[in-house]
């Protein structure tokens, strides 16, 4: 903890894991890396920015609901309790969930230690009657709450879909996390992305500014700094689409030619046309995402769309 005007929790995974995981990922075939390695200092500000995008509808229609049922939401999810954010990505969201809710306490959690650290320091300045205690940390492996008292009713927020990110088994096994970390009658409210027109999906992840390929390499710059590697970023290219079969947005980087690239000491060739699949994002329907979370511990609660059916956010309760 600091003696900030906010309390801060520093569980963030040493470089030593991150380089493990970045040479397990280039060894596999076909070559995998998550995207939680996206979110760096630089990741974060570039999906920011990917959110005013004209092609990325998630964001402006998710906030769109919060908007227009943001009472509702915080009136199923209770006042004066703790509210423990998953993924500190969009303050204007959680600005709208915290000025409907109050909560007594609010618990940023994120992965990227700067980005979390400037949004927590900001949203403590803007709402200085809710406690904030801020959690660097990679959720994805478990969730466990450093300040958590008794006292206080617990629910979470996940917005943005990310949920979408992970394998069906891998969604599963988080929401598990997270109910048992909320305990029962704990409430989730979670953002998810639905089933639609590819058309529109494969837009939203190649956008006209190319913000979203800035984003894509952005992580080979990442593991170029913080594992002394060589990649040159002008070697590869973003390719993104729709993987109909699987229901899910692909996103990959791709290898213009043949080359060797060095990573902590590790050597790896990539061939021409060789990728790097660097995310998933899945897309559900109301029906597929409720029985994911049924398998989690949740009943669902309420469910809230905008009138195209692009997008869906849900509350949840732990059983």
Not at 52 to 74: C, I, K, Q
């Amino acid at each position: 903890m600091s003696d900030m005007a906010i309390h801060f929790y520093d569980l963030h995974p040493p470089t030593a894991d991150l380089k493990q995981e970045v040479l397990q990922g280039l060894t596999r075939q076909p070559r995998r890396l998550s995207p939680k390695l996206f979110y760096d200092r630089r990741g974060s500000e570039l999906f920011e920015a990917i959110t005013h995008t004209p092609e990325y509808y998630p964001t402006r229609t998710e906030l769109g609901l919060f908007e227009r049922y943001g009472s509702e939401m915080a009136k199923l999810l209770g006042r004066d309790g703790l509210l423990v954010e998953l993924g500190s990505g969009s303050s204007r969201k959680i600005r709208l969930l915290l000025d409907a809710l109050r909560p007594a306490a609010y618990m940023p959690v994120d992965i990227s230690r700067d980005f979390l650290l400037d949004a927590a320091n900001e949203l403590a300045a803007e709402f200085p009657a809710i406690a904030v205690h801020a959690l660097c940390a990679d959720y994805s492996r478990g969730l466990e709450l450093p300040w958590c008292p008794e006292e206080l009713p617990r629910a979470a927020f996940f917005p943005g879909s990310s949920i979408g990110n992970f394998e069906p088994a891998e969604a599963r096994q988080l929401l598990g996390h997270v109910a048992r970390a909320l305990g029962p009658g704990g409430q989730l409210l979670i953002g998810v992305d639905l089933q639609k027109d590819p058309d529109v999906l494969n837009a939203a992840y190649n956008d006209g500014e190319g913000l979203t390929a800035a984003f894509n390499l952005n992580l080979l710059a990442r593991i170029n700094r913080e594992l002394q590697a060589d990649f040159v970023l002008d070697a590869f290219h973003h390719h993104a689409f729709y993987n109909g079969a699987e229901g899910r947005m692909e996103m990959h980087l791709i290898s213009a030619k043949s080359q060797w690239v060095e990573v902590a000491g590790s050597h790896f060739q990539f061939a021409t046309g060789e990728g790097i699949h660097t995310e998933n994002s899945y897309k559900y329907t109301i029906e597929g995402f409720h029985k994911l979370a049924a398998a989690a511990g949740f009943v669902p609660v309420q469910v809230w769309t905008d009138k195209d059916d692009l997008f869906s956010v849900h509350c949840l309760r732990v059983v």
